[in-house]
C-alpha cells in the first residue's frame, strides 16, 4: 500500500523560511511524478510545485514562483518543498501528492496517493 507522510509544517513570521518533508513508502518512487498541493481556509485545494519522477522538470504556481523550491531524493524516498520568503496568504495546510505516472500535472486528478496534510501558519 502506497503511503505518504508529511512533516515539517509549523507557525512562522512573515519573511521566514520552512521545509516541508514527504517521506514516500509502497512503490517504486522514481517512477513518478510528485507534487505539494495547498488548502487554505475556505479555499479551494490549490498546486503550488511539482516535479518529474527523476527530477529534471519542475513547475510552479505563479503565486509561490521564485520562493518555494520543490526538490526529491530518490535514494531516500523523499519529498521536499523548501518555502522562503514566506507571506501571510502562503498560511495553508500543505498535501504532499503522488502522480499516476512520470511526468509534472499541475491538476489533482492526475494524483491517486495523498499524504495527510501539514499545518503551515504564516504570521504578519
Known amino acids: 500500500q502506497v503511503q505518504l507522510v508529511e512533516s515539517g509544517g509549523g507557525l512562522v513570521q512573515a519573511g521566514g523560511s520552512l521545509r516541508l518533508s514527504c517521506a514516500a513508502s509502497?512503490?517504486?518512487?522514481?517512477?513518478?511524478?510528485m507534487a505539494w498541493f495547498r488548502q487554505a481556509p475556505g479555499k479551494e485545494r490549490e498546486f503550488a510545485a511539482g516535479i518529474s519522477g527523476r527530477g529534471a522538470s519542475t513547475y510552479y504556481a505563479t503565486s509561490v514562483k521564485g520562493r518555494f523550491t520543490i526538490s526529491r531524493d530518490n535514494a531516500k524516498n523523499t519529498l521536499y518543498l523548501q518555502m522562503n520568503s514566506l507571506k501571510p496568504e502562503d498560511t495553508a495546510v500543505y498535501y504532499c501528492?503522488?502522480?499516476?505516472?512520470?511526468?509534472?500535472?499541475?491538476?489533482?486528478?492526475?494524483?491517486?496517493?495523498w499524504g495527510q496534510g501539514t499545518q503551515v501558519t504564516v504570521s504578519p
Open positions: 509502497g512503490r517504486t518512487f522514481s517512477s513518478y511524478g
Open positions: 501528492a503522488g502522480a499516476r505516472a512520470f511526468g509534472v500535472y499541475t491538476t489533482g486528478e492526475f494524483y491517486d496517493t
